[in-house]
């Protein structure tokens, strides 16, 4: 550290116990490493995790899978720096933050954003005159004593067992022009269906109502990976458009056939089919009796690299014959 509260270097340890037995503890000291910066770059850093087995029972995860753990490591030292050179700590955390640089495990981070993130809510929360207050308050204050911070945080998303960063999602468009999706993520209130559906009908140019999300069932799609690490509409939602995605160039395909129209100017919204000699409503559209019923496999994998931010999609398809509905993607 210099004088300012310019962050230099630091050498951080990260003991995790696990009880009697490792359980999960494993994944989540490295959560706990990776967040150890949280949202600062230093220069020169070390990290080394501990897993310790001890006489307890054992410990397993719950929210936030050690990232909080971590956070807090670097908010604590970054309050000390600041309490060490007299300054706010929001103006260290300031002169810290990530601005294209990459953290100690390689990942680039570009940082803008975040910097114009924390000065405006600086001013729209009006932190300085506040913390004014509260520093007159706590010093005639006999007994309790008031706090204002105001912290960023870098948290990553997915899993740190990359097998687990995938999804599936299984696609019916019917002949009414309904369509019905089932996907591998847990509603909780956290709104995943409403997410999943609204891509859907944006993929497809339908209003949300058309959309219905079924109840999630591993009859329907199986092997599911949990409703966790801040990704369940990433994935989902990813495979949701995908399938979509592809149902609806199947449409095009059709109608570049059947009506000797030019694919690019086919347009989907508004619950209708157009293009520059017909505007066609979908459930008609999809009544044509020269429809084929078929189906498809679509596996969407998304795997994040331990380095960072490079995100990989696969796919493999299998074809097979549906006779419930009239398109159907999986």
Not at 322 to 330: G, I, K, N
Request: proline content about 4%.
């Amino acid at each position: 550290m210099i004088t300012k509260g310019k962050l230099l270097a630091a050498d951080i340890e990260v003991h995790g116990d696990c009880g009697c037995s490792p359980d999960l503890s494993d994944a989540i000291v490295d959560r706990a490493m990776f967040h150890a910066d949280n949202a600062y770059h230093f220069p020169a850093m070390t990290i080394l995790g501990e897993r310790w087995k001890t006489h307890k029972v054992s410990n397993t995860a719950f929210r936030g899978f050690g990232g909080p753990q971590g956070v807090i490591t670097a908010e604590a030292l970054i309050d000390d720096v600041a309490r060490a050179v007299n300054r706010d700590p929001l103006d260290v955390r300031m002169d810290n933050l990530y601005l294209d640089e990459k953290t100690v495990y390689g990942q680039p981070v570009k940082g803008e954003l975040l910097r114009r993130l924390v000065a405006k809510l600086r001013i729209s929360s009006d932190y300085d005159n506040r913390r004014k207050a509260i520093a007159e308050y706590n010093s005639k204050a006999p007994r309790f004593l008031k706090g204002l911070a105001l912290t960023p945080v870098k948290f990553g998303i997915s899993f740190t067992a990359t097998h687990l960063n995938q999804a599936g999602v299984l696609v019916h468009i019917y002949t009414d022009g309904s369509i019905l999706v089932s996907q591998a993520g847990t509603e909780m209130g956290q709104g995943l269906y409403t997410k999943v559906a609204q891509i859907v009908a944006a993929v497809l140019g339908v209003s949300l109502e058309r959309v219905k999300m079924s109840s999630t069932r591993t009859d329907k799609v199986p092997n599911t990976s949990p409703t966790a690490a801040s990704s369940g509409t990433d994935l989902n939602g990813m495979a949701a458009k995908n399938a979509a995605i592809e149902l609806r160039q199947r449409l095009i395909d059709h109608l570049v056939v059947k009506e000797g129209v030019e694919a690019e100017s086919l347009v989907f919204a508004e619950d209708k089919v157009s293009w520059p000699e017909e505007r066609s409503h979908l459930p008609r559209l999809l009544r044509q009796p020269t429809w084929s019923v078929f189906s498809s496999r679509l596996l969407v994998s998304i795997k994040r690299q331990r380095s960072g931010t490079t995100i990989k999609q696969h796919q493999a398809i299998h074809f097979s014959i549906s006779p419930m509905a009239l398109l159907v993607l999986r």
